[in-house]
């Protein structure tokens, strides 16, 4: 199928996979559908060409497990009611023209156990909050801009120090950042850099 995506398709819907397999859907998520679909537990649309903002409306979703939003154009910013999603799981919105900072609200989904928000526009400090998510186990936040300079002051991407309540979740395994071998492995906290159940890829 080529073409726009239907949006009457998303009302009365539990689950919802549509992979483009190279991007052939065109649409956006419709605010209204959030307001009046809220059994949503799985809602994956990848390797389209979906494109606007994240609506506000997806925090009506408070049965939603996995968001799988990857490989799409999504841009605006992380919408703060994401954070009233609290069933969710998965967050997958890797591969978009997301930008501004993440949202300490975030921090509310304690039963996350991945996110991957690599290869968007995102940038400021990773939030203390994060470190409340005590199940999580991956967090992708690489390639935030294409080509990285020497000169830290003049490109985007995340900036500061890794929290140290995000070093003491026990659970986590996989961390992928921003230049983690050079500038955040630098102003890493010093437990967080070595103790053995938070590698760095």
């Not at 819907?13 to 065109?26: E, F, T, V, W």
């Not at 020497?150 to 950042?177: W, Y």
Request: hydrophobic share 35%.
């Amino acid at each position: 199928y080529i073409g726009h995506f239907p949006e009457n398709l998303f009302f009365n819907l539990r689950y919802l996979d549509i992979d483009g397999g190279g991007g052939s859907l065109l649409g956006t998520l419709p605010r209204e559908a959030f307001v009046r679909n809220r059994n949503l537990k799985f809602l994956k649309i990848t390797n389209n060409l979906f494109y606007g903002s994240i609506p506000t409306t997806i925090g009506n979703l408070q049965q939603l497990e996995q968001l799988v939003l990857s490989s799409n154009g999504f841009d605006h910013t992380i919408p703060t009611e994401l954070g009233l999603c609290t069933s969710l799981k998965e967050i997958h919105l890797d591969w978009n023209e997301l930008e501004g900072t993440l949202p300490t609200e975030l921090g509310e989904l304690t039963n996350v156990e991945y996110i991957n928000i690599q290869s968007n526009r995102l940038a400021g400090s990773i939030p203390s909050e994060l470190g409340q998510m005590t199940k999580l186990r991956g967090f992708i936040l690489s390639s935030q801009f294409q080509h990285p300079t020497k000169d830290m002051d003049n490109i985007m991407g995340f900036s500061g120090t890794i929290p140290h309540a995000i070093c003491n979740i026990s659970s986590l395994q996989t961390v992928e950042m921003v230049l983690c071998n050079s500038y955040l492995m630098k102003t890493c906290p010093e437990e967080c850099c070595s103790c053995s159940h938070f590698p760095f890829e």
